[in-house]
């Protein structure tokens, strides 16, 4: 079964500019979050989707949204680009209930603000 | 979710059991404990979980003390490519880790010696 896939893997973008990000969650699984590593905060937790609807919000400023469609595939949007912004965004998906809900990382896309 | 407590830093030899501490003395009786690791700047990957009974997979044992306030992560033949830093999470399951999702501490950084 193949695992989540992100893409790009990388990116460089300039302050003020926009970015948009991909997930695409393992096959069966309608679960997405997103998270932003950085050196200083760690891992912290976005959102989660499921069946299209954002289920759960981290404390992230409204520069930071996302969408899931209809086929679980999953995108992340920051607007106006920080400095500040730079970090490993990481997605995982995972089932939905007690039993089948462990949540499955992909690689990261590394996004770089200069 | 309960807190959690690792050290931040532990050596092992490659060959020896790696055997990796954490607390979690307000672990309620539904929360699960579970062990990502993530080697740098790959996302984090998920090793195995648990309730209350101790659990083995391919890659690790998880021992579960019987008042579920502590737990060891084993992995049995540690080699070069464990290196990583290992994250113990407690979470209801069902929940994605909850309204904040899966909360990340620090871990601990392991470093396998040749």
């Known amino acids: 079964k193949a695992g989540v896939t992100q893409t790009p893997r990388y990116l460089i973008k300039t302050r003020g500019q926009q970015v948009t990000l991909s997930c695409s969650p393992i096959s069966g699984h309608r679960s997405v979050s997103w998270y932003q590593q950085t050196p200083g905060q760690g891992l912290q937790f976005l959102f989660e989707?499921?069946?299209?609807?954002?289920?759960n919000k981290g404390n992230f400023p409204g520069r930071f949204s996302g969408r899931q469609f209809s086929n679980s595939r999953s995108e992340m949007n920051v607007s106006t680009l920080e400095l500040g912004d730079s970090a490993l965004y990481l997605c995982a998906s995972r089932g939905w209930g007690s039993r089948t809900d462990t949540q499955y990382f992909g690689p990261g896309t590394r996004l770089t603000v200069l | 979710d309960a807190k959690t407590t690792q050290p931040p830093s532990m050596d092992c030899a490659e060959g020896r059991a790696a055997n990796l501490p954490c607390n979690h003395s307000?672990?309620?009786?539904?929360?699960?404990v579970y062990w990502y690791r993530q080697i740098h700047s790959q996302g984090p990957q998920y090793i195995i979980h648990?309730?209350?009974n101790n659990e083995t997979n391919e890659m690790a044992s998880l021992i579960i003390t019987e008042d579920r306030k502590s737990s060891t992560l084993i992995l049995p033949h540690a080699t070069l490519r464990d290196t990583a830093v290992y994250y113990c999470i407690v979470r209801v399951a069902g929940t994605g880790g909850g309204a904040d999702g899966l909360t990340f501490g620090k871990g601990t950084h392991l470093i396998i010696q040749p």
């Open positions: 307000t672990i309620s009786g539904n929360e699960y």
């Open positions: 989707y499921f069946s299209e609807t954002q289920r």
């Open positions: 648990g309730l209350k």
